[in-house]
């Protein structure tokens, strides 16, 4: 199996992340996957003007804040790449002002990518559900499956992932099967529709050579009781995978989204 690399988003500079480092360690120990570490720090503009403090003025501090920016985050990146190294995982770390989405295009070929690793550490409330929080608007801009990590999520082996996703008719363009067969997940597939044709996504999940390991039901209710929810509680999946829907701020404020599904998960959401 072709190696890969998982992207990770560092967890904070100050944060106790030992949850999501320890999750991620034991997710990907002994595969075939290295870890590649991105972080975007703030660019501060230099102001080609003094500052009018003394005499004819100094020269605002931005360089030597910039510098020590610089530094203190290459310390931590250093500190976050070896806490792997030493428990036998490849790692590497990149820094830059652009985005981290930017860095990736820029360093990586999304090829060599198994998927991007995002800690949630930001709480579930009304207000980062309308606006959205840098864990969930990375996990929807990224570009790649994004398992989203709650951050005092205790690690256990992943066994079951449940994709929920509206019709499509291209199964493929939802499937995530580089990373069901790397963590030999047992998958759901829940279609969201009252309209589709079961049998004729039976087929197509027979060419995607699932050995037998995907049962396809549909969400909607029954007598009343919500599908998805009766399924969830029952089969406690490790894993659930949905579509990045996201919404208008009018509609995040009335209906389900991908904010509220991230932010609100007790388990890892795999964005697709």
Not at 71 to 96: A, C, P
Not at 129 to 144: D, P, R, V
Not at 150 to 162: A, F, Q, T
């Amino acid at each position: 199996m072709k190696n890969k690399k998982l992207v990770v988003t560092p967890p904070g500079t100050f944060a106790d992340s030992n949850s999501y480092l320890s999750y991620i360690t034991n997710l990907i120990a002994n595969k075939s996957i290295s870890i590649q570490i991105i972080k975007s720090i703030p660019l501060i503009a230099n102001n080609p003007k003094p500052v009018s403090i003394v005499g004819e003025g100094l020269s605002a501090p931005h360089g030597f804040i910039q510098n020590k920016l610089v530094e203190m985050n290459e310390d931590h990146l250093q500190s976050v790449s070896n806490y792997f190294v030493e428990r036998s995982i490849k790692s590497e770390y990149l820094m830059g002002y652009d985005s981290p989405t930017e860095l990736r295009k820029k360093e990586l070929d999304i090829t060599d990518c198994l998927m991007w690793a995002i800690e949630i550490s930001s709480d579930y409330n009304m207000w980062n559900e309308l606006f959205g929080t840098n864990e969930t608007e990375l996990a929807k801009e990224a570009k790649l499956p994004s398992l989203c990590i709650p951050s005092d999520l205790v690690y256990s082996k992943p066994e079951s992932l449940l994709i929920i996703s509206k019709d499509d008719a291209d199964l493929t363009s939802y499937m995530p099967l580089d990373i069901i067969d790397r963590f030999d997940l047992k998958v759901t597939l829940m279609i969201d529709t009252e309209d589709e044709d079961l049998s004729r996504i039976y087929r197509m999940a027979q060419s995607l050579n699932l050995d037998h390991k995907i049962q396809i039901i549909k969400a909607g209710f029954v007598d009343g009781e919500d599908i998805l929810q009766s399924y969830i509680k029952t089969a406690d999946p490790s894993w659930i995978a949905y579509h990045n829907f996201d919404k208008s701020f009018i509609n995040r404020a009335f209906n389900m989204n991908t904010n509220n599904f991230i932010l609100s998960a007790k388990r890892p959401i795999l964005i697709l």
